[in-house]
């Protein structure tokens, strides 16, 4: 538990701009992987779009209906 709350402390210093900048390095790492190995976008489009709303689940729900 330690731990959790250790880097729940970390997180909130984080600016928009410096979340932004972790998804954009996280999106040129899939990049750099997908041109390592091409067979990743072998997979059919819809295990792509099932991952998509499956991540996209929980930020929708706290976004909206958390309080």
Not at 25 to 41: S, W, Y
Not at 43 to 52: E, G, P, R
């Amino acid at each position: 538990m330690r731990l959790i709350k250790n880097m729940n402390k970390r997180v909130k210093k984080l600016t928009i701009f410096d979340i932004k900048l972790v998804q954009g390095a996280a999106m040129f790492i899939m990049l750099i992987i997908v041109k390592l190995i091409p067979q990743i976008m072998d997979i059919s489009i819809w295990w792509f779009v099932v991952l998509a709303i499956l991540c996209g689940i929980r930020p929708m729900y706290v976004f909206y209906k958390k309080e």
